[in-house]
């Protein structure tokens, strides 16, 4: 269900942050919610050789899991910060499965020290095989779930004490950033897709 991956060097993670804000200052950004920005298509502002970095990690990673490279992949930075309101859904807007149908996973990596108080990826790991990949049986979930998971899942949430940490992950599974609370986090995924171009993330590309 998931693949730690070494962690990639704080000069690196600065360069991405430095160039996500830039430009955030531009304006040029994908989505804004309450508690998050993000940036689809980062790999056209960054160098080919880092792409092929994540790129090639990601492919690793999907043969790993389903013995076959993606047709499609992009790269997407996003900043979770601390909202006015202080209501905070946390990266993806709460507990969540990517697809039933379609086998899907995410590489991330954490640009900024994560902890429990600035929104870490969190995943249901299944206690017993038949409460894996399809229960429950939604998309997305409400608030309050979380006690009513508790007797066949275990919450995992990924923390690092520097930046740099990497991980790929099957998304079918139920997952969510937990809702930040102090500081920000950055992170930058590689979406990938097994069998087809997604589409709705190509709409998503900044355009330059």
Known sequence: MIIHHDNIKSELCELIIDKFDELNEQQIISQRTNDDIRIFGFEKVLDKNIVDLFFDIDNKASIKFFKKKPVYQTLMVNKTFVPFDKLSLGSGSGWHRDSYIERQMKTIYYLTKVNIENGPFTYLEPKLKIFSRFYPMKARLSENVDNRLSF??????????????????????IHRGIPITKNVRYAIQVYSGLYKKLDFIEDLKIKL
């Open 152 to 173: 066949c899942s275990n919450k995992i949430s990924m923390t690092s004490e520097k930046p740099g940490l990497g991980f790929s992950i099957i998304t079918n599974y």
